[in-house]
Structures are given as C-alpha cells and as structure tokens.
C-alpha cells in the first residue's frame, strides 16, 4: 500500500490527476494504479493523469497517461493545467519550456489562471471529402456539422475510431460546428473511450481547418462542452501552420491524499 498526494486540475471541464514527480518518487505507477486513479466511482476521477518531472535543459518534464491507464500522446488541457501546476510548485520564470511525448512546448501564464501554450507546428492535412485528418500531437478526425448539439458523439464518435483504418493506433474525432464568431467542438477522445468535455489538440485540430486560404494569422474562438478557448496560429502553406497557440483557463479543483490498492 503507497499513500500518495495528488492535486486534481481541471481546463474547460478536461480533468486531470497530477503529482509532483520531480524526485522521482512517483516513477513506481502501474497501468492499472493509474487506471484506478483515474476512475471516477473507486478513485479520484479524472480523464488522464500526469506527472510533472525534471528535465535537463527545460523547467521541466510532462509525462501524460490516459484514463485508460496507458501511456499517450500529446493533450493539450493537459499541459496547460501542468503549466499552472508548475507555477504553484514554484517555477515562477514568466515563460516555462517543458517536454512532452511529442518534443518541446512554451508556455506563458496570464493572470491566475489562463494559459497560453505554444503547440507543435503542423505540416500536412489529409482532406477528405466529408473530413480532414491531421496531427496536432494527437491524431484527430475533423468532421464539420450543420448540429453539434444534435450529434450522438459518443456512438459515431466510436464508429469511427474503431473502424478498419484506425482500430489499431486509434484515432480522435471531433465534430465542429461553424459559429457566427469561431467555432463549437464536442470530441471522442481515445484512451477515455468517450466523449470529454473539452480536447485541447483536438480544438487546436478543428481551429487550424477553418482557416481561409491567405497565409496570416488567425484567432479562433472556440466554444466547449466545458467552456471557452482560443486558438491562435499562422497559416504558411496550403497545408502547413505554425506559431500555433492554445490558451485558455486552468483551475486547480482540489488537492488530497490516496491509498493505493
């Protein structure tokens, strides 16, 4: 039996277990003990898990682990929410560098709570007739909708992740509707294995698709099951993008402690 402490964050209603790894003395963990973490009737609740460690070169490391248990790629509620925890463990520098699965990220905080952080350029996007697909340090599936509201996201969501061409690696799927001002986004999230309430690289995924043919920035407003974002990028090629920006706000919930089975 392990007592651990833990701090619960959450950014537009994407909620994460995080701990303060950067003696190491959490590197122990297990598929299933995060997986038991992350359940919301036996444990704390939460869609992924993560661990703020050391890392030579950067004011630190993020290691992120899906509800499911297993280690993920990229999420980007998550590393804002890392980013504000990093601050209340006392990394005060007004701009953090970290690294995460897909390589290194900046980030700048705003006041107590909004964070802005610099993602992965993007270079190349399939375009399918009814779809886009592309990388925004997790794989997402863009699907625009005359009704987000009205979509079962969780079953055609589903569908589409399990089907033949994504089973094995798996996928995201976002289904975008276009608003007047900026976008509405309601993503199934692999890994969760559900609709959550708010996907940081999938809103950045849906942002980058809405972008007009002329190579400049964008600001893209974009609304959640969990609340507002904003995306920002610059549009360099006909299928490329870069100085990407996700920001938006990141609480802490609560902190306790737990008895790991």
């Not at 277990?17 to 122990?28: A, C, E, L, S, T």
């Not at 973490?37 to 630190?60: H, P, S, T, V, W």
């Not at 559900?194 to 690289?201: F, R």
């Amino acid at each position: 039996m392990s007592d651990i402490h833990f701090y619960k964050y959450q950014g537009t209603g994407n909620d994460f277990v995080i701990m303060d790894n950067r003696d190491g003395q959490y590197n122990f963990l297990t598929e299933e003990q995060v997986h038991f973490l992350c359940d919301r009737r036996f444990g704390i609740g939460a869609d992924g898990l993560m661990l703020l460690n050391k890392q030579e070169g950067y004011d630190f490391g993020m290691k992120y682990y899906n509800a499911d248990g297993r280690e993920s790629s990229m999420c980007g509620n998550g590393g804002r929410c890392l980013v504000a925890f990093a601050r209340k463990m006392g990394l005060t520098n007004e701009q953090l560098t970290f690294l995460a699965v897909d390589g290194p990220h900046e980030a700048t905080l705003t006041g107590d709570d909004w964070v802005n952080l610099k993602m992965q350029d993007v270079n190349g996007v399939e375009i399918g007739s009814l779809h886009s697909y592309l990388n925004t340090g997790s794989p997402h599936f863009v699907r625009f909708v005359e009704d987000v509201k009205a979509i079962d996201v969780y079953n055609e969501g589903k569908q589409i992740r399990y089907n033949d061409r994504f089973a094995k690696e798996g996928t995201n799927v976002n289904f975008v509707q276009s608003l007047e001002k900026g976008i509405f986004v309601r993503t199934y999230e692999r890994g969760v294995e559900d609709e959550t309430y708010s996907c940081g690289t999938g809103v950045t995924a849906a942002a980058l698709m809405t972008a007009g043919p002329e190579q400049k920035e964008y600001i893209v407003p974009v609304q959640t099951l969990g609340g507002k974002l904003e995306v920002r990028f610059t549009r360099t090629g006909e299928r490329s993008y870069n100085n990407i920006w996700l920001c938006g706000p990141a609480t802490l919930v609560f902190q306790g402690n737990i008895t790991l089975p």
